[in-house]
């Protein structure tokens, strides 16, 4: 830095600069650059997953020929191979009756902003699809029957999706063999826990947990009997008023691509 | 050329961020920018980053360049009582703004600490030898 003369006045009006982006933010005033540059971003961030299979050789024509050949189909097979995974998501997703197939909107999942593969688990997940497709905030996204997680920001064609395993996932459930009734909590890293469940109220290792409905008026929020996962573990004291019991959820969030959002209408 | 290579940099990190990781890259490119080229356009450079960073992590506009701001603001500050071009430096100060950035933008890794402090030593001996070999050659 060249003096403090010179430093002082760019710092401080950087500062206030700063100040002013986030006044304009908060009140909605700059949804333009959000949506410009998230599609530039989003959109050179799939080309980055798109694999390299071209091969180049200069001593003959005809090996030149087969290995262009060999790569475009290569290409196609890898093709393929996505639209055959899609539509066995689809096919998966809209043979289910429950939640209905006409309330699903499918969407791709193009970003896990809090993951390190294989070090960490996805809080949240990046969807294609924001205000334009008519996602609202707080509406449930699932995966066949399982609850995925609610939306929870949004601009104009993209979203973010709180996962139900996140610590911010907390709702109604109860136990299908049983009935018992408590509270799903997500716990970050992939863990959610039945809470708050009476030490009455029979728990067994391997029941099924699902979702009691927590829906308001305007149609947001899960619906009942959605699949959270499976009990894996029971805490149980004799002493405390509840007992609590760890689920497992049934959705891979680390490899899964597609997402389904249950519109309502 | 510089310059294409520093936006080629900051847009791979904003991608990665943005999509992949949840490494700070770009505030670690900043760091490493301001380390190297003291000049007042760094907070300009740091602004924008930021702008574009809030953009596509959909955090409010300015939040994350308030965070580069303060923290070069800070680095500026310190620069002449401490030996700032030394690797124990910049570890320190890695170590000490990735725990603020993970404590403010997300839940705080040990792993994210530790990638980011591998990085940025590695990035910061190889532009420093690259920086003293280019001085030798003009001296």
């Known amino acids: ?265 | 050329m510089k310059w294409f290579f520093w936006i080629l940099l900051l847009f791979i990190s904003l991608c990665l961020e943005a999509t992949v990781v949840k490494v700070p890259l770009v505030f670690l490119l900043i760091f490493l920018t301001a380390l190297f080229v003291r000049k007042e356009w760094i907070f300009l450079a740091a602004i924008a980053s930021g702008v574009l960073l809030d953009s596509v992590t959909f955090r409010f506009l300015g939040e994350s360049s308030l965070f580069f701001m303060c923290f070069l603001g800070i680095l500026f500050a310190y620069e002449k009582k401490f030996e700032t071009q030394s690797l124990g430096f910049v570890m320190t100060a890695l170590g000490i703004g990735t725990f603020f950035y993970a404590l403010f933008f997300g839940g705080i890794l040990i792993a994210e600490i530790l990638i980011v402090e591998i990085l940025g030593s590695v990035a910061f001996l190889l532009l420093q030898r690259v920086m003293s070999r280019s001085e030798s050659h003009f001296a």
């Open chain 1, 1 to 265: 830095m060249r003096s403090r003369q010179v430093f002082l006045p760019v710092f401080f009006v950087g500062i206030g600069l700063c100040f002013l982006l986030l006044f304009f933010s908060l009140f909605g005033w700059l949804g333009f650059v959000t949506d410009s540059v998230s599609w530039g971003v989003f959109g050179a961030g799939k080309i980055f997953t798109v694999p390299f299979t071209i091969f180049t050789s200069a001593n003959q024509n005809q090996i030149d020929n087969l290995k262009k050949e060999n790569a475009a189909l290569r290409l196609s097979l890898a093709h393929d191979a996505v639209i055959q995974a899609d539509n066995t998501a689809l096919r998966d997703q809209f043979q289910l009756t429950t939640p209905a197939p006409q309330k699903l909107l499918p969407v791709q999942i193009v970003g896990r902003p809090s993951t390190i593969p294989n070090v960490s688990f996805p809080e949240s997940v990046i969807i294609d699809a924001g205000k334009s497709q008519g996602i609202t905030i707080g509406m449930a996204v699932v995966s066949q029957s399982s609850i995925a997680g609610t939306v929870a920001r949004l601009t104009d064609n993209y979203a973010l999706v709180n996962l139900v395993t996140s610590k911010a996932s907390s709702f109604a459930g109860k136990d299908t063999t049983t009935g018992a009734i408590g509270v799903v909590k997500g716990q970050g890293n992939g863990e959610i826990i039945f809470d708050n469940v009476l030490l009455s109220d029979k728990l067994k290792i391997g029941d099924t947990i699902v979702s009691q409905g927590s829906q308001d008026a305007s149609g947001k929020g899960y619906p009942p009997d959605l699949i959270v996962g499976k009990i894996t573990g029971i805490e149980k004291n004799p002493s405390a008023l509840f007992q609590m019991a760890r689920v497992q959820t049934l959705v891979a969030f680390d490899t899964i691509s597609r997402l389904f959002i249950l519109t309502g209408n």
